[in-house]
């Protein structure tokens, strides 16, 4: 570890090593950027030496307070794709833009009031540990393992293309060697640092995006007297579609599209497993509702900002050649609008604090995603499926590192492979996949009595393929990555098709299996033991 941590500082303390820095706001990126690394190698030592137990290495020892777990779930959701995706789409689009934000915030009530407090009653360091209290470990921990590791890779792409082609702007380096920076990092900080390295380094970029993301509109509020009125009415000016930006149909032409996305973005938040996994850090239920509520509070907050700085990019940067390549296209694609725009307000200083912020994030947040996935496979697959729960503690956490290490790779691979896509857009597909496998689960564990091992576990897998199939199949990966002339998929958004396939499945095979009768009787017991409990 110690020789990993000096590695890492001398590559981003000296600029002879890694970079050709050559001006004031690479300088300054690079130098506000290699404090945070600093920090956060700091926290990842001290921790690793705590992380040799599982309560710790998967739960940070259930000793991270309401406010902070808070602090700590706002910093994994406020992730690229809501600072660099969602701006970007804003600054594409307009108003469409906002149904992210508005779909990734209307989210967190159902986890506010029907999850937040059961999980933490019912469960101990995964989701699957809830649905396992009532149906048969090993099918249904294969199925949660599944869908928590195809939606931690998704989720992770968007992260590693945003990273990519930030680091490209600022640095002038290769996109894919970009790309193993961050990889780098974030094996290191999930590898020895566990949740307790993670959950810090969570907290500190969460407070940072704010501070960056509030300073940002702040200038652009202040270039338009603080009317948002003023702002509208210039945007529509500039932007080539003029007053339809205001209106829906830019970025979401039909009906059907749009309410699949908005139920992929509302129910794929009760799906996620890195989000999941947080409400398990605290002390009790009561810190789990605790810790929704400032993440609720703080996140609505986030999102505003972000609506104004995409506006804000579309006055300062549509016609503005410094930051338009060849093509009349913002360089860097529009995911980097809100890099740009600190820029053109702040000059080169702005310029190197928003671009180590944004990477900052990005870093925080495939470390999170990542011991999701790395816990899906040392605990979910190894203890449950392949040893029956009786594995030996330290080996698990062995295999949980070791994963950490593949899943690392595997991001960097695909996000070399995804360069150039929006990354709000592929968040979108990891929620879509996340509310056909693992919501409709862990909701139908916690409220319905007539699930049953098979129902879940059958119907889960179809829900959860047919969202890969469909993604496969669409616009987006046929079309764009595969370069066939037509998809045979023509929607962009699988969520309400797979969504409806998965519930079905789970209703109409929970009904036909005649197990069900003794699960029935032990979800009684279920819900009197740890429903109630306070």
Known sequence: MTNLFFLVLVIFLNPACAFAWDNASTNFAGLIFAIFVLITLIITYFASKKSSDKSNYYAAGEKISGFQNGLAIAGDYMSAASFLGISGLVFFSGFDGLIYSIGFLVGWPIILFLIAEKLKNLGKYTFADVTTIRLKQSKIRVLSASGTLVTVLFYLIAQMV???????????????????????????????????????????????????????????????????????????????????????????????????????????????????????????????????????????????????????????????????????????????????????????????????????????????LTLAGASAIGRDLYVYVFNKGKANEKKEIIVSKVSSVFIGILAIILGIIFEGQNVAFLVGLAFAIAASTNFPILFLTITWKGLTTNGAFVGGMIGLFTAIILVILSPTVWVEIFNFEKAIFPYKYPGLFSMITSFLFIFLISKIDKKNVDENKFYLLVKQSYLGRK
């Open 162 to 368: 945003g990273a990519g082609a930030l680091i490209q702007i600022l640095f002038g380096l290769p996109y894919s060697f970009a790309i193993w920076i961050v990889g780098a990092l974030m094996i290191i900080y999930v590898s020895f640092g566990g949740m307790i390295a993670t959950t810090w380094v969570q907290i500190i970029k969460a407070l940072l995006l704010i501070i960056g993301a509030s300073i940002l509109a702040y200038f652009v509020l202040k270039n338009h007297s603080f009317s948002l009125n003023e702002l509208l009415n210039e945007a529509i000016k500039i932007h080539q579609s003029q007053e339809l930006i205001l209106y829906p149909g830019k970025l979401i032409s039909d009906p059907i599209s749009a309410i699949s996305l908005g139920l992929a973005l509302i129910f794929g938040t009760a799906g996620l497993p890195h989000i999941l996994m947080r409400f398990f850090t605290v002390p009790d239920a009561r810190s789990a509702r605790v810790s929704a509520f400032y993440a609720t509070t703080l996140i609505g907050y986030f999102y505003i900002l972000t609506f104004v700085i995409g506006f804000g990019a579309i006055i300062f940067l549509t016609n503005n050649s410094l930051y338009l390549d060849d093509s009349n296209n913002l360089i860097g694609s529009n995911n980097m609008s809100a890099v740009h725009l600190s820029h053109v307000l702040g000059g080169d200083i702005f310029l190197g604090f928003i671009s180590a912020v944004a990477f900052a994030t990005i870093l925080a947040v495939v470390s999170g």
